[in-house]
Protein backbone atom coordinates (compact mmCIF):
# COMPACT_ATOMS: atom_id res chain seq x y z
CA UNK A 1 0.00 0.00 0.00
CA UNK A 2 0.79 3.89 -0.79
CA UNK A 3 -0.35 6.41 1.14
CA UNK A 4 0.44 9.90 0.14
CA UNK A 5 -0.25 13.57 1.56
CA UNK A 6 -1.16 16.74 -0.32
CA UNK A 7 -0.85 20.13 0.19
CA UNK A 8 -2.89 22.13 -1.96
CA UNK A 9 -2.70 25.99 -1.53
CA UNK A 10 -2.40 27.74 -4.79
CA UNK A 11 -5.56 30.14 -4.60
CA UNK A 12 -7.98 30.69 -1.87
CA UNK A 13 -8.53 27.40 -0.36
CA UNK A 14 -5.77 25.58 1.36
CA UNK A 15 -6.25 21.75 1.73
CA UNK A 16 -4.44 18.99 2.50
CA UNK A 17 -5.59 15.42 1.82
CA UNK A 18 -4.32 11.84 2.15
CA UNK A 19 -4.66 9.13 -0.24
CA UNK A 20 -4.13 5.27 0.13
CA UNK A 21 -4.64 3.70 -3.06
CA UNK A 22 -7.61 5.60 -4.64
CA UNK A 23 -8.65 5.80 -1.33
CA UNK A 24 -9.65 9.22 0.30
CA UNK A 25 -8.80 9.30 3.94
CA UNK A 26 -8.88 12.66 4.84
CA UNK A 27 -9.40 15.77 2.56
CA UNK A 28 -9.61 18.86 5.05
CA UNK A 29 -10.05 22.79 3.47
CA UNK A 30 -10.25 26.02 4.52
CA UNK A 31 -11.40 28.99 2.63
CA UNK A 32 -10.01 32.47 2.54
CA UNK A 33 -12.82 34.48 1.86
CA UNK A 34 -13.03 38.40 1.26
CA UNK A 35 -15.64 41.00 1.80
CA UNK A 36 -18.34 41.71 -1.02
CA UNK A 37 -17.16 43.68 -4.24
CA UNK A 38 -13.31 42.60 -3.11
CA UNK A 39 -11.42 40.05 -4.78
CA UNK A 40 -8.40 38.36 -2.93
CA UNK A 41 -4.77 39.26 -2.74
CA UNK A 42 -2.02 37.26 -3.18
CA UNK A 43 -0.23 38.56 0.40
CA UNK A 44 -3.07 38.45 2.30
CA UNK A 45 -4.36 34.78 1.02
CA UNK A 46 -1.16 33.92 2.01
CA UNK A 47 -0.96 35.04 5.74
CA UNK A 48 -4.82 32.69 5.98
CA UNK A 49 -2.48 30.20 4.71
CA UNK A 50 0.33 30.30 7.26
CA UNK A 51 -2.38 30.92 10.11
CA UNK A 52 -4.45 27.61 9.70
CA UNK A 53 -2.25 24.89 7.77
CA UNK A 54 -0.80 23.79 10.81
CA UNK A 55 -4.41 22.83 12.24
CA UNK A 56 -5.55 21.76 8.54
CA UNK A 57 -2.70 19.38 9.04
CA UNK A 58 -3.18 17.85 11.71
CA UNK A 59 -6.88 17.23 10.90
CA UNK A 60 -5.90 15.32 7.75
CA UNK A 61 -3.86 12.99 10.26
CA UNK A 62 -5.90 12.90 12.38
CA UNK A 63 -9.08 12.03 10.19
CA UNK A 64 -7.04 9.31 8.46
CA UNK A 65 -5.73 7.96 11.92
CA UNK A 66 -2.28 8.17 10.35
CA UNK A 67 0.76 8.62 11.95
CA UNK A 68 3.85 10.92 10.23
CA UNK A 69 5.61 7.26 10.07
CA UNK A 70 2.36 5.89 8.14
CA UNK A 71 2.93 8.49 4.99
CA UNK A 72 5.11 7.34 2.02
CA UNK A 73 5.47 10.77 -0.08
CA UNK A 74 4.49 14.17 0.58
CA UNK A 75 3.12 15.64 -2.78
CA UNK A 76 2.66 19.63 -3.10
CA UNK A 77 0.95 21.69 -5.63
CA UNK A 78 4.69 23.60 -7.37
CA UNK A 79 1.85 25.42 -9.65
CA UNK A 80 0.33 27.08 -11.54
CA UNK A 81 -0.99 29.62 -9.34
CA UNK A 82 -0.77 32.86 -7.10
CA UNK A 83 3.00 33.12 -5.85
CA UNK A 84 2.73 33.77 -2.14
CA UNK A 85 0.04 31.18 -1.57
CA UNK A 86 2.49 28.65 -3.38
CA UNK A 87 5.19 29.52 -1.85
CA UNK A 88 3.89 29.46 1.76
CA UNK A 89 2.53 25.89 1.12
CA UNK A 90 5.50 24.66 -0.50
CA UNK A 91 7.84 25.91 2.29
CA UNK A 92 5.39 23.81 5.14
CA UNK A 93 5.70 20.75 2.36
CA UNK A 94 9.32 20.76 2.43
CA UNK A 95 9.81 21.43 5.69
CA UNK A 96 7.48 18.27 6.86
CA UNK A 97 8.91 16.03 4.07
CA UNK A 98 12.60 17.18 6.32
CA UNK A 99 11.08 16.12 9.63
CA UNK A 100 9.22 13.27 8.43
CA UNK A 101 12.17 11.89 6.40
CA UNK A 102 9.44 11.27 2.67
CA UNK A 103 10.78 11.79 -0.62
CA UNK A 104 9.04 15.19 -1.53
CA UNK A 105 6.98 15.29 -4.93
CA UNK A 106 5.57 18.93 -6.76
CA UNK A 107 2.67 17.69 -8.89
CA UNK A 108 0.93 20.20 -11.76
CA UNK A 109 -2.31 21.94 -10.00
CA UNK A 110 -4.23 21.10 -13.17
CA UNK A 111 -3.35 17.46 -13.98
CA UNK A 112 -3.86 16.94 -9.80
CA UNK A 113 -8.03 18.17 -11.13
CA UNK A 114 -7.77 15.43 -13.97
CA UNK A 115 -6.53 12.65 -11.55
CA UNK A 116 -8.92 13.11 -8.99
CA UNK A 117 -11.88 13.03 -11.75
CA UNK A 118 -10.57 10.23 -12.92
CA UNK A 119 -10.38 8.61 -9.92
CA UNK A 120 -13.67 9.75 -8.40
CA UNK A 121 -15.86 9.10 -11.72
CA UNK A 122 -13.97 5.75 -13.09
CA UNK A 123 -13.89 7.56 -16.29
CA UNK A 124 -11.68 5.61 -19.18
CA UNK A 125 -10.78 8.21 -21.35
CA UNK A 126 -12.58 11.30 -21.47
CA UNK A 127 -12.22 14.73 -23.31
CA UNK A 128 -11.62 17.21 -20.37
CA UNK A 129 -13.34 20.42 -19.88
CA UNK A 130 -10.66 22.13 -16.85
CA UNK A 131 -12.54 25.30 -15.46
CA UNK A 132 -11.98 27.35 -12.60
CA UNK A 133 -11.00 30.53 -11.30
CA UNK A 134 -7.86 30.95 -12.89
CA UNK A 135 -7.73 28.10 -15.94
CA UNK A 136 -9.68 27.32 -18.79
CA UNK A 137 -9.01 24.29 -21.08
CA UNK A 138 -10.29 21.66 -22.93
CA UNK A 139 -8.08 18.79 -22.90
CA UNK A 140 -7.47 15.35 -24.19
CA UNK A 141 -4.70 12.37 -23.13
CA UNK A 142 -2.15 11.40 -25.94
CA UNK A 143 1.01 9.75 -25.80
CA UNK A 144 2.17 10.59 -22.08
CA UNK A 145 0.57 13.90 -22.39
CA UNK A 146 -2.31 15.98 -21.76
CA UNK A 147 -2.95 17.54 -24.73
CA UNK A 148 -4.59 21.15 -24.73
CA UNK A 149 -6.98 21.15 -27.85
CA UNK A 150 -8.76 25.00 -26.46
CA UNK A 151 -8.46 27.43 -23.80
CA UNK A 152 -9.16 30.90 -23.01
CA UNK A 153 -6.95 33.38 -24.87
CA UNK A 154 -7.56 36.19 -21.85
CA UNK A 155 -8.94 35.67 -18.65
CA UNK A 156 -10.40 32.18 -17.13
CA UNK A 157 -14.24 31.91 -16.65
CA UNK A 158 -14.24 31.70 -13.07
CA UNK A 159 -12.14 34.98 -13.40
CA UNK A 160 -15.01 36.08 -15.28
CA UNK A 161 -18.00 35.33 -13.08
CA UNK A 162 -15.97 36.43 -9.79
CA UNK A 163 -15.31 39.26 -10.95
CA UNK A 164 -18.72 40.15 -12.28
CA UNK A 165 -19.66 39.28 -8.97
CA UNK A 166 -17.61 42.38 -7.74
CA UNK A 167 -19.64 44.21 -9.89
CA UNK A 168 -22.96 44.02 -8.43
CA UNK A 169 -21.64 43.07 -4.80
CA UNK A 170 -22.55 39.53 -4.92
CA UNK A 171 -21.64 37.65 -1.46
CA UNK A 172 -17.68 35.70 -1.89
CA UNK A 173 -19.16 33.03 1.11
CA UNK A 174 -19.18 30.65 0.35
CA UNK A 175 -18.17 31.30 -3.68
CA UNK A 176 -18.60 33.96 -6.51
CA UNK A 177 -19.47 31.39 -8.32
CA UNK A 178 -21.99 29.09 -6.29
CA UNK A 179 -24.14 32.35 -5.36
CA UNK A 180 -24.42 33.50 -8.98
CA UNK A 181 -25.22 29.83 -9.70
CA UNK A 182 -28.32 30.28 -7.11
CA UNK A 183 -29.64 33.57 -8.47
CA UNK A 184 -29.58 32.86 -12.05
CA UNK A 185 -32.13 29.90 -11.56
CA UNK A 186 -34.39 33.09 -10.49
CA UNK A 187 -33.95 34.55 -14.17
CA UNK A 188 -35.99 34.71 -16.55
CA UNK A 189 -35.08 37.21 -19.59
CA UNK A 190 -32.22 36.24 -21.06
CA UNK A 191 -30.06 39.75 -22.66
CA UNK A 192 -28.07 39.23 -24.86
CA UNK A 193 -24.35 39.38 -24.45
CA UNK A 194 -20.68 38.72 -26.77
CA UNK A 195 -20.53 35.40 -27.52
CA UNK A 196 -16.38 34.55 -28.50
CA UNK A 197 -15.36 31.95 -29.84
CA UNK A 198 -11.93 31.45 -31.82
CA UNK A 199 -11.58 27.94 -33.12
CA UNK A 200 -11.01 25.97 -30.47
CA UNK A 201 -10.35 28.90 -27.96
CA UNK A 202 -12.54 30.99 -25.79
CA UNK A 203 -12.28 35.07 -24.81
CA UNK A 204 -14.18 35.99 -22.00
CA UNK A 205 -12.84 40.04 -21.28
CA UNK A 206 -14.86 41.20 -23.79
CA UNK A 207 -17.99 39.53 -22.35
CA UNK A 208 -17.25 41.16 -18.80
CA UNK A 209 -16.50 44.22 -20.26
CA UNK A 210 -19.32 44.33 -21.84
CA UNK A 211 -21.40 43.53 -18.51
CA UNK A 212 -19.72 45.79 -16.55
CA UNK A 213 -20.09 48.39 -18.19
CA UNK A 214 -23.88 47.21 -18.64
CA UNK A 215 -24.94 45.89 -15.42
CA UNK A 216 -25.42 49.43 -13.52
CA UNK A 217 -26.99 51.06 -16.19
CA UNK A 218 -29.79 48.26 -16.67
CA UNK A 219 -30.44 47.19 -13.40
CA UNK A 220 -31.13 51.25 -12.54
CA UNK A 221 -33.77 51.95 -15.10
CA UNK A 222 -34.98 48.51 -14.69
CA UNK A 223 -34.39 46.83 -18.16
CA UNK A 224 -33.42 43.45 -15.98
CA UNK A 225 -32.86 42.22 -12.54
CA UNK A 226 -29.56 41.18 -10.93
CA UNK A 227 -31.00 37.78 -11.56
CA UNK A 228 -31.20 37.90 -15.04
CA UNK A 229 -27.73 38.79 -15.81
CA UNK A 230 -26.62 36.18 -13.64
CA UNK A 231 -28.66 33.98 -15.98
CA UNK A 232 -27.77 35.61 -19.04
CA UNK A 233 -23.90 35.09 -18.05
CA UNK A 234 -23.63 31.82 -17.21
CA UNK A 235 -25.77 30.53 -20.09
CA UNK A 236 -23.60 32.27 -22.55
CA UNK A 237 -20.15 31.39 -21.40
CA UNK A 238 -21.49 27.86 -20.88
CA UNK A 239 -22.87 27.55 -24.05
CA UNK A 240 -19.09 29.09 -24.98
CA UNK A 241 -17.56 26.09 -23.02
CA UNK A 242 -20.10 23.55 -24.57
CA UNK A 243 -19.51 24.09 -28.18
CA UNK A 244 -15.45 23.53 -28.18
CA UNK A 245 -15.62 20.81 -25.39
CA UNK A 246 -17.90 18.92 -28.32
CA UNK A 247 -15.62 20.10 -31.20
CA UNK A 248 -12.79 18.38 -29.48
CA UNK A 249 -14.97 15.40 -28.99
CA UNK A 250 -15.53 15.51 -33.20
CA UNK A 251 -12.09 15.33 -33.21
CA UNK A 252 -10.70 13.04 -30.59
CA UNK A 253 -13.97 10.50 -31.44
CA UNK A 254 -14.01 10.69 -27.68
CA UNK A 255 -17.53 9.19 -25.78
CA UNK A 256 -16.69 11.13 -22.78
CA UNK A 257 -16.23 14.14 -21.25
CA UNK A 258 -15.21 15.17 -17.89
CA UNK A 259 -15.30 18.36 -16.65
CA UNK A 260 -13.26 19.34 -13.67
CA UNK A 261 -11.90 22.56 -11.65
CA UNK A 262 -14.47 24.23 -8.89
CA UNK A 263 -16.24 25.86 -11.96
CA UNK A 264 -17.43 21.96 -12.87
CA UNK A 265 -19.52 21.54 -9.87
CA UNK A 266 -21.78 24.04 -11.39
CA UNK A 267 -25.02 22.11 -12.09
CA UNK A 268 -26.37 24.16 -15.42
CA UNK A 269 -23.23 24.12 -16.82
CA UNK A 270 -23.48 20.27 -16.21
CA UNK A 271 -26.91 20.06 -17.27
CA UNK A 272 -25.59 21.86 -20.33
CA UNK A 273 -22.99 19.80 -20.84
CA UNK A 274 -25.16 15.90 -20.88
CA UNK A 275 -27.72 17.57 -23.34
CA UNK A 276 -24.77 17.94 -25.77
CA UNK A 277 -23.43 14.49 -24.68
CA UNK A 278 -26.98 13.00 -24.82
CA UNK A 279 -27.03 14.04 -28.33
CA UNK A 280 -23.80 12.23 -29.39
CA UNK A 281 -24.42 9.02 -27.43
CA UNK A 282 -22.18 10.16 -25.40
CA UNK A 283 -21.15 9.79 -20.87
CA UNK A 284 -21.10 12.61 -19.01
CA UNK A 285 -18.43 12.35 -16.15
CA UNK A 286 -18.28 15.19 -13.16
CA UNK A 287 -17.94 15.46 -9.42
CA UNK A 288 -19.11 17.64 -6.67
CA UNK A 289 -17.86 20.39 -4.86
CA UNK A 290 -15.62 18.00 -2.46
CA UNK A 291 -13.45 17.19 -5.23
CA UNK A 292 -14.34 20.04 -7.93
CA UNK A 293 -13.63 22.69 -5.77
CA UNK A 294 -9.23 22.83 -5.21
CA UNK A 295 -8.11 20.86 -2.38
CA UNK A 296 -5.61 18.32 -1.17
CA UNK A 297 -6.72 14.76 -1.93
CA UNK A 298 -6.14 15.83 -5.89
CA UNK A 299 -2.27 16.80 -5.29
CA UNK A 300 -2.56 13.33 -3.50
CA UNK A 301 -4.04 11.31 -5.64
CA UNK A 302 -1.76 12.99 -8.93
CA UNK A 303 1.10 12.45 -6.28
CA UNK A 304 0.39 9.11 -6.10
CA UNK A 305 -0.01 8.23 -9.60
CA UNK A 306 3.40 9.79 -10.14
CA UNK A 307 4.91 8.41 -7.21
CA UNK A 308 4.39 5.17 -7.82
CA UNK A 309 5.51 5.80 -11.58
CA UNK A 310 9.03 6.94 -9.88
CA UNK A 311 8.68 10.31 -10.13
CA UNK A 312 10.38 12.05 -7.24
CA UNK A 313 11.70 15.84 -6.69
CA UNK A 314 14.82 16.91 -5.03
CA UNK A 315 15.17 19.40 -2.50
CA UNK A 316 17.08 21.70 -4.77
CA UNK A 317 14.57 21.46 -7.25
CA UNK A 318 11.29 21.63 -5.40
CA UNK A 319 10.43 25.25 -6.19
CA UNK A 320 7.10 26.63 -7.64
CA UNK A 321 6.45 28.09 -10.24
CA UNK A 322 2.93 30.40 -11.31
CA UNK A 323 2.71 29.29 -15.14
CA UNK A 324 2.88 25.96 -15.96
CA UNK A 325 1.13 24.19 -18.22
CA UNK A 326 -1.12 21.04 -18.33
CA UNK A 327 1.10 19.72 -21.05
CA UNK A 328 4.58 20.47 -19.61
CA UNK A 329 4.11 17.20 -17.68
CA UNK A 330 5.07 13.77 -19.20
CA UNK A 331 2.49 11.34 -18.02
CA UNK A 332 4.39 7.94 -17.24
CA UNK A 333 1.82 6.43 -15.88
CA UNK A 334 -1.20 6.18 -17.97
CA UNK A 335 0.15 3.43 -20.58
Known sequence: MTVVIGFEGSANKIGIGIIRDGEVLSNPRRTYITPPGQGFMPSDTARHHR???LTVLKEALEQAGLKPADIDCVAYTKGPGMGAPLVTVALVARTVAQLWGKPLLGVNHCIGHIEMGRLITQADNPTVLYVSGGNTQVIAYLERRYRIFGETIDIAVGNCLDRFARVIKISND???????????????????????????????????????????????????????????????VFAMLVEITERAMAHCGSQEVLIVGGVG????????????????????????????IDNGAMIAQAGWEMFRSGYVTELEDSWITQRYRTDEVEVTWRD
Open 174 to 236: PSPGYNIEQMAKKGSRYVELPYTVKGMDVSFSGILSFIEEAANKMLSSGQCTAEDLCFSLQET
Open 265 to 292: CNLRLQEMMGVMCKERGAKLFATDERFC
Open 51 to 53: AVI
